[in-house]
């Protein structure tokens, strides 16, 4: 197995505005290799984004972050980067995608003069070199006419059209890693696909490291190689997305696949929410986070958080943090 | 885009009328008659009944308002603002006197409120919360709160009695200006200052500055280059609002330095009772207000992409 390219360990985030404290990010990891796409999936506000992008240090302003643990990029330490580093790797190492195209591009900015400015600044490129790459990128997201569109602000694109902008704008520094925080949750289902489809296609010829951040099981199932299931600031379950999907083990993971229609797995029991809501991350209680949501719960889980226990011997670790169900399906643990 | 201006242009024109017809009832309403001014500055004691029935008749100060007005308002089109009641000049000749001092006032004014808005509401956005962002805000709130007589005099004091930096009174050279500069600026800077500030702020909120990080940018980077063209629109807006009310500074201003423009003079015609001159600069500060006003909305329109380039549907 190829080293990992961006590693976090051990990772805890907690924000703080005037009104709240919350620990977004409990004790979380998650590493990628070059070539693989890991999965990263779980409610909304289960602290996917926050757990992401946070050791990048790409919070929005206003609220204040305590972050602890550790975050790998090239087997560089990022979180003792000075801050001009730190934005160098942001710029040339990353490459990220946001959510809504339509808030994410400046709309006082015209769209090809950034990416042409990325590929000056990160691919070492002449201005005019850059300008053609940066041409050439909009025609490789799938952008009609690109020389046209170049010199076009945000405003004057369709939504479709922009999440491709941001795909290229996210590419123009030629970045090792990329993140797609959801970037097809704003869009319409027919564009969808083709996002999707697009950017494994980048991911099989550039061979980087993708992070798809997303709730689409569906494009889970296309996309990823591994999966890393996030609940209420914590995994819950990680493996590859073979075992994750067809062979889920945490209550977490089985509810949340049997919440997608047409989803086959083992457990899928048709169209099923799963009751309740997470808990609050303001208030931090020992045990485990699913416990009140959770049909196995005994009084052990309310006790002792659940350690990371890696299942089989598979090549790709499965790991699940629900000794319950590992115990009462006498689920063979590693060594 | 052309529509809207056509509109705005209309508005704007629009405006003018009804305010200098509102003036020009108000000042024609206000207490003391012109025949008799007239009379009275002709003969002196003399002046008889007689003597003012026949001045307001040749005068035609018996017709009927609209009539007036609209009189009025053809001899202002061709630049005929009547005799100064008090100085015996023509409003016209007046203005040309005039002008010019109350325009350096207010350019000069303008241009220290472009700079001083835009480096104090930067620098509290760059030091975000720190020591300078909390003086600045301080200062601004300062600003806007006291008064422009009191600015004045203040200032006076320290730099003119205490320092001896700068006269008193009246314009000799850049020095002198320093004062009224300063002084008719505080207001709109302090002002300004803030609306850069909080409008910095909110860009860097939101998505598209998570962008700009996410592109590599440092965080002044992101200030200037992605959130600063954010603030045009609102700050143009806010400015033409602002330098507009600079006009109303300017009565003050010109007064307590001995400035001979348009706002002192203004003071001596309500002291005299001046309706011809009361009225002609009335006038002029619509006209100023108004089309200064439709200035900076259009420049903010024009800073707009999504104005200035409809999508097409
Ligand atoms: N700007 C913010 N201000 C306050 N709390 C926030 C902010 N962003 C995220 N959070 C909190 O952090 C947690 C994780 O959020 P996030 O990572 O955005 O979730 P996800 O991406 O999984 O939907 C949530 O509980 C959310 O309330
Ligand atoms: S540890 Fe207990 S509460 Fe948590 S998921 Fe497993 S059974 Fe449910
Ligand atoms: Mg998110």
Redesign the interface.
Known sequence: MTAPIYEVEGLVIDLYTPSVSVRAVDVAGFHVAPGETLAIVGESGSGKTVMTLGP???????VAVDLRGTARADGKDILSMS??DL??????F???I?Q?PM???????KIGP?LA??AQ??AGLSAEEARKEAVSLLARSGIPDPEDRYGR?P??LSGGMLQRA?IA??LA?RPRVLIADEPTTALDATVQAQILALIRQIQKEDGIAVILITHDIGAVSVLADRVAVLYAGQVAEEGSAVDVLTAPVHPYTRGLLASVPDFRSDHATGTREIPGIPPSQTQLEPGCRFADRCDLVQSSCRTHRPPLVRLGAGPVPHRVACPVVIAAEGIVTHD | MQRMFMRRVGLALLLMLAATALTFWLVTAAPGNVAALIAERAAGAGADGAMIARIADELGLNDPLPVRYARWLGDALTGDFGISLRTGKPMAEEFAERIPMTLALLSGGGVLVLVLSLAMGIAGAVSNGGVADRVLHGLALVGASTPNFFVAAMLVIVFSVWLGWVPTFGVSGLSSWLLPWTTIALFPASVLARVVRVNLQDSMSRPFATTGFAKGLTRRAVLMREALPNIAIPYMTTFGAQFTLMIIGAIVVERVFGLNGVGAFFIEAIRFRDFIGMQAVLTLFVVFFVSVNLLFDLLAMLADPRLRRPRKA
């Open positions: 990048l240090g790409l919070l929005p302003e206003g801050p001009a934005s160098r790797l942001r710029g040339g990353f490459g990220v946001f809504d808030s994410a591009l400046n709309p006082m900015l950034q400015r990325q600044l990160y602000y405003h004057e941001m704008l996210a520094a």
